[in-house]
């Protein structure tokens, strides 16, 4: 069974440029967490989507950044007009259920020139 | 105040030593605490979950909670250089919150 699958691994990006960040939950998972962590900083909650659905997006800005979990296909963070201060690891998570363990994907590294 | 602390680091040990990780919390609502171990340049991977007060056990881990106090702790027994990662601390509500990340501490074990 393999694991949540994120790519690409590595995006390098100019200022004003979009980043498309791929995440393909396990098997069977239905739920998707988005979460970015700065550097020497913890796992920041972005957003929470099921299956064509936002659940909670608390955690994302409130311009340039957008998610979704269609019915076919991974789910995509998608920054628009990057700026330095986007330079992060995001990383995406699945679940089974809303209250089961959360699975880490390897995270993409964003790097905005 | 933040609603997760913890410390971190760096903290080095020699290969053997018993490590204890600490984080403390801010709201009494949290109930499910978790610790996630995350290698450089990897996604965090989950080591332990409890629910309730009291210790739960996986080997050469150890998963204490503290309610009362908001504080919690995981210790490590016979620690081996391929322990050193970062340790994150995670914290979740009802169900219905995010879950919710101490910075992580940093650990070497030195052989």
């Known amino acids: 069974n393999a694991g949540v699958m994120q790519n690409p691994r590595h995006l390098v990006r100019r200022r004003g440029q979009e980043a498309r960040l791929r995440c393909s939950p396990m098997k069977g998972h239905s739920h998707v967490y988005w979460y970015r962590q700065l550097p020497e900083e913890g796992l920041k909650f972005m957003v929470y989507l099921q299956k064509e659905n936002i659940i909670d997006e608390s955690g994302m800005p409130k311009e340039r950044f957008s998610a979704e979990f269609p019915k076919e296909g991974p789910s995509i963070l998608r920054i628009q007009q990057v700026v330095r201060g986007d330079s992060a690891a995001y990383f995406c998570a699945s679940s089974t259920s809303q209250t089961d363990t959360q699975y880490f994907g390897p995270g993409t590294r964003l790097t905005v020139l | ?111």
């Open chain 2, 1 to 111: 105040q933040k609603e997760v602390e913890q410390d971190p680091g760096p903290l080095s040990v020699p290969e053997g030593a018993i490590v204890s990780l600490n984080c403390t919390y801010s709201n009494s609502a949290f109930q499910y605490f978790m610790w996630y171990r995350q290698y450089s340049r990897k996604g965090p991977e989950l080591l332990m979950y409890t629910y309730s007060s009291g210790n739960k056990e996986d080997g050469r881990f150890t998963a204490q909670v503290d309610k009362s106090s908001k504080y919690i702790s995981l210790f490590i027994r016979d620690s081996q250089p391929s322990d050193s990662a970062t340790y994150l601390c995670a914290i979740e509500g009802s169900g219905n919150t995010p879950l919710v990340f101490g910075k992580g501490t940093r650990l070497s074990v030195i052989a």
